[in-house]
């Protein structure tokens, strides 16, 4: 290690101002901090300070996503494969998805970095991590089909006018993973819904096995076929058609509960959407005029993008909710919108992007509220002391 | 039983080094200082020069803006040197003691049968005045109010901290005078807070207008700003006076002897000292007869002070004005390769991120370290985990960040200071100057409103 530190300290002087190089010094910086914790000390305030930086908690995210990441791999080829008829191994499965995956992923994060890096020199500051975890989060909440050039538009997009426009990481209103997804949604909606997007080539149609749908286990329920809906079981396995990511509500729960015990995620937030959707599925139940509104309301988490949303998208602490009961109100609200739009709106087949989305938005009102009631608190205790 | 007040957000922080119960008698230093920059907002005015020859409780400096409270010598001897730093600050007054402590006079007697200003009069003179704050603000009390009342925390929780109980226990007599001299300028109540997990420590029982809090929990909890807090919060207008506990020692031999005795118990603690222990030793004294041949080789820093709120000395610094502890740890100026990857057995941090906490009751050798870079507030909910107050830490921060005065005002501006959140600090994992920042927040609420 001492080599490698001999050699960056022997070409740091080329990239610094009036270096060589200067234009890359952001660059350069992303790099070696990548490298190395850097070996500044504290000057001013607290002498000691805590192990954890930025880069430890977004690793911890992207670590917490790799179970859902893996299993959509091996998913995509497992439903490839069903979709022509053929039967491979584990290994055949997963080594399909993943060369499938692979792609989507090398583009989102070449696409997202290089944007990220150009911003950074601008503004003369670190490079942020935010894009560590958005850049895995987005390949894994599109149709494995999506072709690159779209989500490279896409992700363009969500970093430039989502995040960068605001000034970066920690300034950003919306989810930039979702504002890609949204993007995709409603610029090119051929590719980002129907029957035949989920499952790998099935939009060619080549070889597909007789009566083969591909439709998701939620178009299955828009459409009223709810004898078609797999069992609960494979839906909380994830053995169903669907984003690459979202599928398996298991593989979600060993993220969250990475998330949750490393105390990276909210788990105020992950648990009040899902209190959220059941609360609101159950409402639904008490109505259900239509065969969507009688789907038990427990099975709705298990459904869609709903667990994924939940744990890795509304926990987002930039844009969620800031204060600690703004949290429960943030997240119960998603929950809430989320079982809404699905099963009420007939234009959207899924709703929990949406819900987040809106609840982004909607989040510094609630924290508003929440702060407004603690200078309320204070202002009352004042009044109560001075009439005494 | 008494009602306890239970402080559930905290932290204590493991780190390794604490100060074995014995005391030492530290050898006499041959130089002191006092250290205007100790103060905060303090702008000073020298009333002596190089070479001018002063006795213990003679004047050194005042302050400009209130020139009756002075900043005085804590021994005899000459005045040897005069730092100061960019733009000709005074950072220190360094006296060579000489080596038989020659002392000013000053009014000895019972407090309770002198007046109020007498008191006061009597504390500004000798130089100790200082040793009594204000709240809000966290600055030198002005002698021209009358605060609602005076907050003695009994307790130290900060990491290293010196334990009061042992400090205390031969001043009984001295601390009651204390008591005494400072309930002469309060109307209102002397509160003690004092630490629930254990008895009551003899120095505190019986004392005339003094209520006893009893508190338990993590650091903060032995905080002044904490414990008035959760005893009778401070609204705006309000104002209470502090005084930590070895000063009010201080204060009560100034009134049995008639002298300025600036002799006080300091803990030597932290990784690399190799026998952290307690000495009896003088404010203002120079620590090289601490740390001599009993700090481990490499490059250290040393604090005045604990290792969240104290102040970066030399190895030849002097002991700052309000301390009761000196910390000795490693700097952290190394590159650690991968660090943020690796897994980190031996990281402390309150997060569980790191693998440090499958030890859960190890102490750790903690250094300098940033551990990160500096980055925008990204995650949320850190700070109220460590700040046990009904105040939302990261909203007031940017209130004082974007120089909202009401903003600050209605946020709680007035019940904090730098202390109270320095563990918002340790946490931070976008490594946020937090202490830094409730300082200009504050030098703001007095520029603006006096």
């Known amino acids: 290690m001492k080599a490698l530190r001999r050699y960056i300290d022997k070409i740091k002087p080329n990239f610094v101002k009036g270096g060589k190089y200067e234009k890359l010094q952001s660059t350069f910086e992303g790099f070696e901090t990548f490298l190395f914790v850097p070996n500044t000390v504290t000057t ?284 429960w109100i943030y997240g119960f609200l998603i929950g809430i919108m989320a079982i809404l739009i699905r099963v009420l709106n007939p234009a959207y087949p899924e709703g929990v992007m949406l819900a987040i989305l809106l609840m982004n938005v909607f989040s510094p009102l609630i924290d508003h509220y929440v702060v407004e009631g603690n200078i309320k608190r204070r202002l009352k205790r004042a009044k109560i002391n001075a009439q005494s | 039983m008494p009602k306890v007040i239970k402080i559930k957000r905290g932290l204590d922080i493991p780190i390794k080094g604490k100060a074995e119960k014995i005391l030492v008698q530290a050898d006499p230093s041959e130089m002191y200082a006092v250290k205007p920059i100790d103060f905060a907002g303090l702008t000073p005015k020298l009333t002596v020069k190089v070479d001018h020859e002063v006795k213990a409780g003679s004047p050194l400096f005042f302050d400009k803006y209130h020139p009756e409270v ?112 400072l309930s002469k300028l309060t109307e209102g109540d002397i509160h003690i807070g004092v630490n629930g997990t254990f008895p009551v420590c003899d120095v505190f029982k019986d004392l005339d207008r003094v209520q006893l809090h009893h508190f338990r929990g993590p650091h903060p909890a032995g905080n002044v700003g904490i414990q008035i807090h959760h005893i009778d919060p401070i609204n705006k207008g309000d104002i209470v006076w502090t005084v930590n506990p070895q000063d009010v020692v201080i204060i009560g031999r100034l009134f049995e002897k008639g002298i300025f005795d600036a002799s006080r118990i300091v803990a030597l603690a932290g990784s690399e000292v190799k026998t952290p222990r307690y000495f009896k030793t003088m404010l203002g004294a120079c620590i090289v007869p601490l740390v001599k041949d009993n700090v481990k080789e490499g490059n250290l820093r040393y604090i005045s002070g604990n290792v969240l709120t104290g102040k970066k000395i030399l190895n030849d610094g002097y002991i700052g004005y309000y301390d009761s502890l000196v910390s000795v740890i490693p700097e952290g100026d190394h590159y650690d390769f991968l660090g943020w990857a690796l897994p980190g057995l031996s990281k402390f941090s309150m997060s569980r991120t790191f693998l440090a906490w499958l030890t859960p009751n190890r102490e750790f050798t903690m250094h300098t370290n940033l551990n990160g870079g500096k980055r925008a507030f990204v995650m949320t909910g850190q700070y109220e985990k460590v700040l046990p107050m009904d105040i939302y830490p990261v909203h007031l921060l940017k209130a004082i960040l974007v120089e909202d005065i009401d903003k600050m005002e209605n946020l709680g501006i007035y019940e904090i200071a730098e202390e109270d959140l320095a563990l918002c600090e340790f946490v931070c994992t976008s490594k946020t100057e937090v202490q830094s920042i409730v300082r200009n927040g504050i030098e703001l609420m007095i520029k603006e409103l006096g």
């Open chain 1, 44 to 327: 001013a305030g607290s002498h000691v300070r805590d192990s954890v930086d930025m880069k430890r908690t977004m690793a911890l995210v992207v670590i917490s996503l790799i179970p859902a990441m893996l299993f959509g791999m091996w998913n995509t080829g497992y439903q490839y494969h069903l979709s022509i008829g053929s039967e491979a191994t584990l290994w055949g499965n997963f080594w399909y998805g993943f060369l499938r995956v692979l792609p989507l992923i090398v583009v989102s994060y070449v696409v997202g970095l290089g944007i990220e890096f150009i911003f950074a020199q601008i503004r003369g500051h670190e490079i942020n991590e935010g894009f560590l975890v958005s850049g895995i989060l987005i390949p894994l909440i599109v149709p494995i089909d999506v072709p690159l050039w779209m989500l490279a538009v896409a992700t363009a997009f969500a970093v430039i006018i989502g995040k960068e426009v605001f000034g970066g990481t920690g300034m950003n209103i919306l989810n930039p993973a979702l504002t890609v997804r949204a993007f995709l949604f409603f610029a090119y909606p051929g590719w980002m819904s129907g029957d035949t997007v989920w499952i790998s080539q099935l939009t060619e149609g080549e070889g597909i096995v007789d009566g083969f749908s591909g439709a998701t286990p939620l178009a299955e329920a828009a459409a009223g076929n709810l004898g078609n809906i797999p069992s609960v079981w494979n839906m909380f396995l994830g053995i169903i058609p669907g984003s690459v990511g979202e599928t398996s509500t298991l593989a979600i729960l060993i993220g969250a509960v990475i998330l949750i015990y490393t105390g990276v995620g909210s788990w105020k937030i992950i648990t009040s959407v899902f209190a959220g959707g059941l609360v609101m599925g159950l409402i639904l139940n008490l109505f259900s005029v239509n065969p969507f509104m009688e789907i038990p309301a427990w099975h709705h988490l298990v459904m869609g993008g709903f667990a994924f949303g939940a744990v890795f998208m509304a926990t987002d602490p930039v844009t969620a909710a800031q204060t600690e009961k703004g949290k």
């Open chain 2, 70 to 181: 002075l900043f005085t010598s804590p021994v005899s001897g000459k005045v040897v040197s005069i730092t100061r730093g960019e733009r000709r600050r005074i950072l220190e007054v360094v006296v060579k003691a000489d080596p038989q402590i020659a002392y000013e006079s000053f009014r000895q007697g019972d407090p309770e049968s002198m007046e109020r200003e007498e008191v006061i009069e009597n504390l500004q003179k000798s130089g100790l005045w200082p040793f009594i704050r204000q709240r809000p603000y966290h600055i030198i009390a002005n002698g021209s109010d009358i605060p609602k009342a005076i907050f003695i925390s009994g307790f130290d929780t900060a990491p290293l901290a010196p334990d009061y109980d042992f400090v205390l226990k031969e001043e009984r007599d001295a601390f009651q005078t204390g008591i005494k001299a």
